[in-house]
């Protein structure tokens, strides 16, 4: 099921929005997000911007429980379609009110079906909304036999995963492991505190969090660096955020850090920082040292969130956040000589972090996948050139597929017999409660 043809122009939702309860409202922004995601293939997480921060996550909830069930949820509702709908938000709506009754259940069913009915209504006017509502009303009263008929289901359709992913992983892991990552996908992120060298240890943050009233608890997987905190908790409020005490990330991020063993006083180019997690790693790990980081992303309308990210942890001084294209960049560009240590963490097919990025699996193909091989070996073949004799650089990437990962770095050492791999780390979910990543440090050999 895709969103209908537009046979009619819509009317415009704003003049009825202003009366709609807030539920309404915040199905109607994501329906739009919806939309705008199925019309474009743009990112729906940069759309909750214009989202009140009151209805955001609500927004984000439902928004990311449908992208991420979209196929799952597709199959379910075909039992309960007697034909096509029609109008342009119709198809979203019923795919949004099935995540709500199928996926949702925190969601009362009155809302999930009356405030998903009403919100299409705003969008596209009355007519659409008997059928609609008919539809929901049908799914909602079978909804024991609709998942009983979705767990019978291929695992690429009841976890909704694409079937090139999963026999891939099927391939590489077997058939317990794939199902284990396709699960783990559709699990909603939790949100993960880390710890910072050199400020308060995860168990003092546990502590505080506890004495303020947050239900947190230790990661099960890393509890000595992360605190796992309810999903949909204001980390803006929690004890310390104000002071860079901590940052928010999954566990997985700390590998590619870890083996890029920062020493007192080094150079360090984080060369794919944005939005600057791991900057703020390896920053603390510099600070006080007289050591320094450049800090650098090719995009430039992410590099405000960049600096906005250093500034909250007093890294200012230490860190200089430039705009470069890593594929390019020369050492001129970055001030300096050659770099200590240089962080790569590539742009790749994200599908080690799908928990995270609902949309990810959905850009997945084997041309893209080549398309970012060869972004990724331009990028380490460019920065390898601004590293010092004897420096360690670690490539890293989200992606669990071996060409972006192995394959890549016994590309690199191929072509380049004055280098070694020096260690190497690959993490595939659910393992340690984590997020998938790879990681391999890289040793160029000294001079003379």
């Known amino acids: 099921m895709r969103p209908g043809p537009s046979r009619s122009r819509a009317p415009r939702p704003d003049a009825a929005f202003a009366a709609l309860d807030p539920g309404t409202r915040t199905r109607v922004d994501a329906i739009r997000i919806l939309k705008r995601w199925t019309d474009s293939g743009d ?78 209504k705003a969008l596209d006017g009355p007519r659409p909304c008997a059928f609609a509502n ?39 892991f077997g ?39 947050v239900e947190a608890k230790r990661h099960p997987g890393v509890p000595d660096r992360a605190v796992v905190i309810p999903h949909g908790s204001h980390v803006d409020r929690l004890p310390g955020f104000a002071d860079g005490l901590f940052s928010i990330q999954d566990p997985a991020t700390l590998e590619a850090v870890r083996l890029l063993d920062v020493r007192p006083g080094q150079r360090v180019l984080d060369a794919c920082a944005a939005p600057g997690g791991k900057s703020v790693q390896i920053a603390a790990l510099l600070e006080g040292s007289g050591g320094s980081l450049v800090s650098m992303d090719c995009w430039r309308d992410r590099l405000d969130p960049l600096r906005d990210n250093l500034h909250r942890f007093g890294f200012d001084g230490l860190a200089r956040v430039v705009l470069g294209d890593a594929k ?10 050659p770099f200590d240590r240089i962080l790569a963490d590539v742009p790749c097919s994200n599908t080690g972090v799908q928990r995270r990025r609902a949309d990810a699996r959905w850009r997945f193909d084997e041309t893209r996948l080549a398309t970012l091989v060869q972004v990724q070996e331009a990028i380490l073949e ?67």
């Open 175 to 213: 058939a317990e492991r794939a199902e284990a990552i396709c699960k783990w996908d559709n699990e909603p992120a939790s949100v993960t505190v880390l710890s910072l060298p050199g400020r308060p240890t995860a168990p003092q943050l546990l502590a505080s969090f506890l004495a303020a009233g």
């Open 382 to 448: 460019n920065l390898a050139g601004l590293l010092a004799p004897g420096g360690r650089l670690v490539y890293s990437t989200c992606s669990l597929e071996a060409e972006e990962n192995d394959a890549v770095v016994a590309g690199f050492l191929a072509r380049h017999p004055d280098w070694r791999l020096a260690d190497k780390s690959a993490q595939v979910p659910p393992d340690r409660a984590c997020d998938g990543a790879f990681a391999a440090a890289l040793e160029r050999a000294p001079r003379g």
């Open 134 to 172: 008919g539809v929901l009303r049908n799914l909602l009263r079978n909804r024991g036999v609709a998942l009983e008929t979705l767990a019978g289901a291929p695992l690429a359709v009841r976890e909704s995963h694409p079937d090139a992913q999963v026999a891939r992983w099927t391939e590489r």
């Open 328 to 337: 390019r960049v020369r050492l001129p560009d970055v001030g300096g000589g």
């Open 43 to 120: 990112f729906p997480d940069r759309m909750f911007g214009e989202i009140p921060s009151a209805r955001r996550g609500f927004a984000m909830d439902l928004v990311y429980a449908t992208v991420r069930n979209v196929r799952a949820l597709d199959f379910a509702l075909r039992s309960f379609l007697a034909r096509e709908p029609e109008h342009p938000h119709a198809a979203l709506a019923l795919l949004l009110g099935a995540a709500q009754i199928l996926k949702m259940p925190d969601v009362a069913e009155h809302a999930a079906v009356f405030s998903t009915v009403e919100a299409l």
